[in-house]
């Protein structure tokens, strides 16, 4: 059974903004950077690139919400369980843990995105499987009824093709 960490609370750091994002950026570095999950033999890579604030691209689809790089908000509910992230990964064969993997068409081809959430859909890490490796692609919480029961059919859904073979991860 997967426990996870406690919430990092930016009251925890005094309030303050600039220290809260560097103890946040701390622990993207420590998950991601200067050591690298591994998902079924295969390694989890970075989104580096853009850059913005001299951070990498894959820690801001972690703590903010936006469709465009540039306009992105930081969503302090994303900052709060950055520590979530690497646990669901690494555990997401526990039981208290759903995972499927999708199929998605985009300008640059096909894609295969594996979602892995909490039991309750209260939390979604989503992965882009790259063949010879995994990149995290973005990892945020659920907060409306419908968005939970939405990502529910979805599980549901890939359980039922997993059992015929449809799905390999």
């Not at 950077?33 to 853009?50: A, D, E, Q, S």
């Not at 951070?55 to 972690?62: G, L, N, Q, R, V």
Request: hydrophobic fraction near 35%; charge should be positive.
């Amino acid at each position: 059974m997967l426990v996870l960490p406690e919430l990092i609370s930016l009251n925890a750091h005094e309030g303050n903004w600039d220290k809260y994002l560097q103890a946040i950026y701390g622990i993207f570095c420590r998950d991601f950077v200067h050591t690298k999950p591994f998902v079924r033999n295969r390694r989890v890579g970075l989104k580096k690139m853009p850059i913005e604030k001299g951070k990498e691209a894959t820690f801001w689809h972690f703590v903010s919400t936006g469709e465009t790089e540039s306009d992105r908000e930081i969503c302090i509910r994303r900052c709060e369980r950055i520590t979530w992230i690497r646990p669901m990964i690494e555990n997401y064969n526990a039981s208290n843990v759903n995972w499927w993997v999708e199929f998605k068409s985009g300008k640059s081809g096909n894609k295969r995105r594996v979602c892995i959430t909490l039991h309750d859909f209260s939390y979604l890490v989503v992965l882009d499987d790259r063949d010879e490796f995994i990149l995290p692609w973005t990892a945020y919480p659920i907060e409306k009824d419908h968005q939970r029961q939405k990502l529910d059919r979805r599980w549901k859904e890939a359980s039922i093709s997993s059992r015929t073979g449809e799905i390999l991860f």
